[in-house]
């Protein structure tokens, strides 16, 4: 159990254009979806946190007029690259939690396999 | 600010061999520790989380133990295989969606 797809898996794009990747939670509901991205041979670090029905929140430098986040509903969220630049060029990696503990930011993450975008 | 760094950055050892990867943290006050797995260009697999209240997790030939006091969780790999080699991150939850992943471990396990 506890599968997270993302779509698509790899995306090339040109400078200017927007890129919309999908996250879903197959088989539970996510109350609360993250993304990540991660630069090569970095750590993923942590883009927003969205819950669903409600506005994400965005880590400190994260532009959130470029990065869209939309959490519609309990399995699926979207981020959004809008008008993507070569430094957008990234492996994008979302997270979805069940909140099962009852404890906001204290349950399992569960990974989708990441997309991986190149903008030329 | 929480910091998280896990040590060594890389590490190749031949198989069979025991090891133990390390993740330390700079803010004690961790709702809980998470490790993953992660094969290149590919996301991340769950391995095992540790809640604040525990001090150890088993899952097969995975163990991993939490100190909060001296700020640190280890994961030990028993009888290393090839098929084990990755980076391992560590994530650590403190506060509400407050969310750190280590600096990562390398790990090249020689057939």
């Known amino acids: 159990g506890a599968v997270v797809s993302q779509h ?15 996250c879903r939670s197959l088989d539970f509901q996510a109350t609360t979806m993250f993304w990540y991205r991660q630069f090569p041979k970095q750590s993923l670090m942590l883009m927003a946190t969205s819950n669903e029905g409600s506005k994400a929140t965005y880590e400190q430098g994260v532009e959130k007029d470029k990065f869209l986040i939309n959490h519609a509903s309990l399995t699926l969220s979207t981020l959004t690259v809008t008008s993507a630049h070569p430094e957008d060029s990234s492996f994008y990696i979302c997270s979805a ?12 993450q569960y990974f989708g ?8 | 600010k929480q910091e998280v760094t896990q040590i060594p ?6 198989e069979g ?53 001296s700020g640190r969780s280890t994961l030990y790999i028993a009888a290393s295989q090839p098929g084990d080699s ?11 969606y407050k969310y750190i992943f280590g600096t990562g471990t390398r790990l090249k396990v020689l057939a």
């Open chain 1, 8 to 22: 698509p898996s790899r995306v090339i794009c040109k400078s200017g254009t927007s890129v919309k990747i999908e």
């Open chain 1, 97 to 108: 939690s069940g909140g099962t503990s009852g404890r906001a930011g204290a349950d399992t």
């Open chain 1, 113 to 120: 396999p990441g997309t991986r975008l190149t903008v030329l």
């Open chain 2, 9 to 14: 950055a890389a590490l190749s050892v031949p």
């Open chain 2, 17 to 69: 061999e025991n090891l133990v990867l390390n993740c330390s943290f700079t803010d004690s006050a961790i709702y809980n520790l998470q490790w993953f797995r992660q094969d290149p260009g590919k996301g991340l697999t769950s391995l095992l989380l540790i809640q604040s209240s525990q001090r150890e997790q088993t899952s097969g030939r995975l163990n991993a133990s939490l100190d909060k006091s």
């Open chain 2, 86 to 96: 990755a980076t391992y991150l560590c994530l650590c939850t403190s506060g509400t």
